[in-house]
T-cell receptor
Framework: DQQVKQNSPSLSVQEGRISILNCDYTNSMFDYFLWYKKYPAEGPTFLISISSIKDKNEDGRFTVFLNKSAKHLSLHIVPSQPGDSAVYFCAASGGNQFYFGTGTSLTVIP | DTAVSQTPKYLVTQMGNDKSIKCEQNLGHDTMYWYKQDSKKFLKIMFSYNNKELIINETVPNRFSPKSPDKAHLNLHINSLELGDSAVYFC??????????FGQGTRLTVV
């Protein structure tokens, strides 16, 4: 039973525009959420995180929003750059492990 | 310096063989993990160790045996390899609270 879901397998965005990646979770006990970026043949790279006591965390071009009542989080990348093209995984921390979504493949078109 | 390193990166082996994947982290983390990424790209926890003690052992065949000689190492040994074991295996580490950092992955192909 998948507790973290990313319903969009892919997303294409023009360079310079905003990329919005979405993630939903089912377990209200999760207290820490993360986004990872993954290039082919490499391991996931930690990008940004947010604690459940916050609703927004920003790091440069990357902002994560958390809506606890909706059990939803999103990653905004602005402006998007071609180097951002990768698979993005949403993850939630709980019970001594991280639960991952299935990823969204982002393509930024120059 | 690589924070989480796992070897080998690629492993091709025949059915029935026994193989090991090694993982080391130099981040001073107290928790280490093995994840499996299946053909659908889903990352699923296999094992989690905290301070060398097994704390999570998901429904994994007992042909898979993790070994943590110290806090910085978590190796994965697989006996009697089967075709269905073909996948990418990722090692990761974290503090008990905080982000997990991943190794580069080991692509295991059983033929």
């Amino acid at each position: 039973d998948q507790q973290v879901k990313q319903n969009s397998p892919s997303l294409s965005v023009q360079e310079g525009r905003i990329s919005i990646l979405n993630c939903d979770y089912t377990n209200s006990m999760f207290d820490y959420f993360l986004w990872y970026k993954k290039y082919p043949a490499e391991g996931p790279t930690f990008l940004i995180s947010i604690s459940s006591i916050k609703d927004k965390n920003e790091d440069g071009r990357f902002t994560v929003f958390l809506n606890k009542s909706a059990k939803h989080l999103s990653l905004h990348i602005v402006p998007s750059q071609p180097g951002d093209s990768a698979v993005y995984f949403c993850a939630a921390s709980g019970g001594n492990q991280f639960y991952f979504g299935t990823g969204t493949s982002l393509t930024v078109i120059p | 310096d690589t924070a989480v390193s796992q070897t080998p990166k690629y492993l091709v082996t025949q059915m029935g063989n026994d193989k090991s994947i090694k993982c080391e982290q130099n981040l001073g983390h107290d928790t280490m993990y093995w994840y499996k990424q299946d053909s659908k790209k889903f990352l699923k926890i296999m094992f989690s160790y905290n301070n060398k003690e097994l704390i999570i052992n998901e429904t994994v065949p007992n042909r898979f045996s993790p070994k943590s000689p110290d806090k910085a190492h978590l190796n994965l040994h697989i006996n009697s390899l089967e075709l269905g074991d073909s996948a990418v295996y990722f090692c990761a580490s974290s503090h008990r609270t905080g982000a997990a950092f991943f190794g580069q992955g080991t692509r295991l192909t059983v033929v």
